[in-house]
């Protein structure tokens, strides 16, 4: 039942329940962020203090300048090209890409060789994103999808995802008496309100759950799996396997596998009830970078061992960087310097938490920060 308070998206999502009953979990995730009208990355800008998170290129210039040499070395061991596609997934407000832009533009012949390209579904964020590098002259284009993006002869790709993943739609499977049952999204029956409900325990395959994993199970046990992080990497392992490039995806999760409920909501910066106020809240859940990585070992691609961010980042030269930033700081942009970059490497803030996963094509160098490879 609908109420007279309820959001039109709430009311839509109910009436949805009533007609075909209980939802998955990335049904229930696609309308409350990406529905067309009223979704939370459609209609509004969520970074920032004013919005309802801040993620590592609001901390600090540091973290996209750095990304920003990572990919002009990675575009150097590569011959330096004289064109290629740098792609960002789900890029903000376009902070990273504008302080990459800024980092690399004395680097010779990169500028003449870009071509940046969004993927991006939100009009809000597309038009921040349009000013935020509109100074350094790079051609740009947009797209609703990876493989919107078309692929171009002899021309390399370096993709960029930060916090893209973790909010791709999951699916949840617990595990029973007998065997798995989804966990779904149903209507309360006394409030007619919002609720989890278990499916029935259907036979699972190793493409939501891998055979290891079913196997270790217990009682109560959830899983979760994430199809288009599944299929995404896929197109981008191929595509870096035609062209050549390489990839760099950083995100919350963890390095292996792992049975938890990782779903949750954010709305002014606090965590919030995951089925409240669908559409005015960010979801997200960890990401499962072991599933990421063998998606693109299994199209061919190659894939580095999982680095922590504060590791990755220390590679990168954030602490040198940061102490020549200071050097023509006063005393209170000192300060601020030395907490964006506390916020960024150490291990009880984002440093550890934030994972990092590099991916090349089979016939590319492999990109800077590449260890133990896999594929």
Request: net charge negative; glycine share 10%.
């Given at each position: 039942m609908t109420s007279e308070t309820d959001s039109p998206?709430?009311?839509?999502?109910?009436?949805?329940?009533?007609?075909?009953?209980?939802?998955?979990?990335?049904?229930?995730?696609?309308?409350?962020?990406?529905?067309?009208?009223?979704?939370?990355?459609?209609?509004?800008?969520?970074?920032?203090?004013?919005?309802?998170?801040?993620?590592?290129?609001?901390?600090?210039?540091?973290?996209?300048?750095?990304i920003g040499l990572w990919a002009a070395v990675t575009w150097q061991q590569m011959g330096s090209p004289p064109k290629i596609d740098l792609i960002e997934l789900g890029p903000g407000r376009g902070t990273l890409m504008s302080d990459a832009l800024r980092a690399v533009r004395n680097v010779p012949g990169i500028g003449d060789a870009l071509t940046v390209r969004f993927v991006e579904t939100s009009p809000v964020l597309r038009t921040h994103q349009q000013t935020s590098i509109m100074a350094y002259g790079i051609p740009a284009t947009w797209h609703e999808t990876f493989d919107d993006i078309p692929t171009r002869a002899n021309v390399p790709a370096i993709v960029i995802g930060n916090e893209f993943f973790d909010a791709l739609p999951i699916r949840q499977f617990e595990r029973g008496e007998k065997g798995w049952a989804e966990r779904l999204v149903g209507l309360d029956a006394k409030t007619g309100e919002l609720?989890?409900?278990?499916?029935?325990?259907?036979?699972?395959?190793?493409?939501?759950?891998?055979?290891?994993?079913?196997?270790?199970?217990?009682?109560?046990?959830?899983?979760?799996?994430?199809?288009p992080a599944i299929a995404i990497a896929d197109q981008i392992a191929r595509r870096l396997n035609e062209t050549g490039g390489g990839a760099l995806f950083i995100d919350y999760g963890h390095p292996g596998s792992a049975f938890g409920d990782t779903f949750q909501a954010l709305k002014g910066h606090e965590y919030h009830p995951v089925l409240s106020d669908p559409g005015d809240a960010d979801l997200t859940a960890h990401v499962d970078f072991a599933a990421i990585g063998r998606a693109m070992n299994e199209a061919g691609a190659r894939t580095g061992a999982v680095l922590t961010q504060g590791t990755f980042l220390r590679m990168l030269g954030i602490e040198q960087r940061a102490e020549h930033l200071k050097t023509s700081a006063d005393d209170a942009q000192k300060t601020a310097i030395d907490q964006a970059l506390s916020r960024l490497i150490d291990a009880d803030q984002m440093g550890t938490l934030f994972k990092v996963l590099i991916a090349y094509g089979r016939d590319t160098t492999p990109p800077p920060c590449v260890s133990g490879v896999a594929g």
């Open positions: 998206l709430l009311a839509h999502i109910k009436r949805r329940i009533n007609v075909s009953g209980p939802i998955t979990i990335a049904d229930f995730m696609t309308e409350a962020l990406a529905h067309p009208e009223h979704g939370y990355y459609r209609k509004q800008d969520p970074f920032g203090r004013a919005g309802d998170f801040i993620t590592a290129p609001e901390v600090s210039q540091m973290f996209g300048e750095l609720g989890f409900v278990r499916g029935a325990e259907t036979p699972i395959t190793d493409a939501l759950i891998p055979a290891t994993m079913r196997g270790a199970a217990k009682k109560g046990d959830i899983f979760e799996s994430c199809a």
